[in-house]
């Protein structure tokens, strides 16, 4: 029987248990199977269950658990069976040892000179492998019918010793014993350093992967690299992007800054590109539809402005392909002393004045059969006299939804002059104009962030744009980063 036969309670080939003896009953069928953190945690529960002489059949070890095969943590599986704390070398049917008995050393005169003292047996530490009952094995001194361990060889090999008459092996075919070697004596030393390396080579072959996988950062092909962001081609060239479409440098770069910041982390594989335009999405104000019956949208500019183009183009677009009836009332300043007046067809041809029962019974109706679109007369930002009027028959009115008709072509200035001016009419959303004759809808989307309006029509006559088209916020950004 070899060394790690011994160790590990493996009998030899056609070995019989000897059925009176303790453990014989422990087949290869009661095998348990023990998975844990570490062997810390698993021997005291097979000492609990299976007893402390249980035998360690299998040893392995993985990873489980984690998302996407990010942050696994380690496991160690060990298969454990019962054992037998004797170990027996003698055949079961004649009762003779299975091997020869080991020839006695010759004399030695320079070992007979110096008498060897045993080595001190200090007592293993408990833990790793080491439990207390193995660790009063260890402390406790070696069988007398045992011999020490080997000592370290010699420079030069010994001659071998002479033996007289050795006894004749068993030559019977079912034991098939092994040749002899030299065996190393099952003692608590030697047993004790065999789980403490063992114990070593579990820890190096776990230890490593855990070090590779705590310092591996792996990147996804589509996600760029870390630094890039922050100062590299791609941050100048969504600048210049977002730049060259109207919008400043300060709300491009505090853009770019909150997509990093707080983006990024949790869409790993976002390029910044993608980050940067979802975050221009969130910032833009969005209003929900509008209600479904009993509507009215009211539409103001300054002249120019592509007021009148966009309350038609609404009012093609509900006829041609939609379910609610519209109609649009034109409002305007009539009479000797302009008073706002409206004209609606086919009740009012001629204008009317909007306090008349004529006139309110009209936009009434109107607004009872389903969409009442309102075209108020053009207003300059220098006619605050005409701001204020418009801003009564808005309150006489109480529209739904007011929306500001703001040209593309405008600047940043401009276009905030605008608005300031035009904030006593309570509006809420705009209607961007003109995009056929420009690209800088920057300017627009800046300016609604600003002032708080939700950019909610998109009216470009380009070949093949469609007119007049709802957007969102999402289609904007789109717009303005491709």
């Not at 348990?32 to 062997?39: A, D, L, M, P």
């Not at 004209?343 to 004529?358: D, F, G, I, K, V």
């Not at 309006?453 to 006559?461: G, I, N, Q, S, T």
Request: hydrophobic share 45%.
């Amino acid at each position: 029987m070899s060394t790690d036969s011994a160790l590990l309670k493996i009998p030899p080939e056609g070995f019989k248990p000897d059925p009176l003896a303790p453990g014989a009953g422990d087949a290869a069928g009661e095998i348990r199977i023990y998975r844990g953190r570490s062997i810390d945690e698993l021997i005291p529960r097979i000492e609990a269950e299976l007893g402390a002489d249980a035998i360690v059949v299998r040893r392995r070890r993985g990873l489980e658990g984690g998302i996407a095969g990010f942050f696994q943590r380690p496991y160690i599986e060990v298969e454990a069976k019962p054992g037998t704390p004797r170990v027996d070398l003698y055949d079961e049917t004649s009762g003779e040892p299975a091997f020869p008995p080991a020839p006695e050393p010759a004399a030695n005169p320079l070992a007979d000179a110096v008498e060897p003292q045993a080595p001190a047996v200090a007592p293993w530490p408990v833990g790793s492998y080491m439990t207390h009952t193995l660790a009063t094995l260890a402390a406790a001194p070696a069988a007398p019918a045992q011999s020490p361990p080997p000592a370290a060889p010699a420079p030069e090999p010994e001659p071998e010793p002479v033996v007289e008459d050795p006894p004749t092996p068993r030559t019977d075919l079912s034991i098939r014993a092994p040749e002899p070697e030299a065996l190393t004596p099952l003692t608590a030393d030697t047993f004790a350093s065999a789980l403490l390396e063992a114990e070593q080579t579990l820890t190096v072959r776990v230890s490593e992967p855990l070090a590779e996988l705590s310092h591996a950062q792996p990147q996804p092909p589509s996600a760029e690299p870390a630094s890039a962001p922050l100062g590299g081609r791609s941050r100048a060239t969504i600048a210049a992007r977002m730049t060259g479409a109207g919008m400043s440098a300060e709300l491009t770069d505090e853009l770019i800054d909150s997509a990093i910041v707080h983006a990024l982390p949790f869409a790993p594989p976002v390029s910044l590109a993608k980050a940067v335009q979802g975050a221009l999405a969130a910032r833009i104000p969005q209003l929900p539809l509008l209600p479904a019956q009993g509507v009215t949208v009211a539409v103001i500019g300054p002249g120019g402005s592509g007021k009148t183009s966009c309350c038609a183009a609404m009012l093609g677009a509900y006829r041609r392909a939609g379910t609610l009836p519209a109609r649009c009332a034109t409002v305007m300043l009539a009479g000797e002393h302009e008073e706002p007046a409206v004209l609606l067809s086919p009740q009012l041809m001629e204008p009317a004045t909007l306090t008349s029962m004529r006139a309110k019974h009209a936009l009434r109706q109107a607004r009872e059969e389903g969409l009442l679109l309102l075209d108020l007369p053009a207003l300059s930002p220098a006619d605050r006299a005409g701001i204020r009027l418009m801003a009564g028959v808005l309150k006489e009115l109480r529209p739904d939804r007011v929306v500001l008709a703001l040209p593309a072509t405008l600047g940043a200035r401009a276009a905030a002059q605008l608005l300031e001016a035009l904030g006593s009419l309570g509006a809420t959303a705009l209607a961007i104009t003109h995009a056929d004759e420009t690209d800088q809808l920057g300017v627009a989307v800046e300016t609604a962030c600003r002032f708080a309006l939700a950019p909610e029509y998109l009216l470009d006559r380009a070949p093949g744009r469609g007119g007049l088209m709802r957007i969102d916020p999402t289609l904007l950004a789109d717009r303005l980063l491709t």
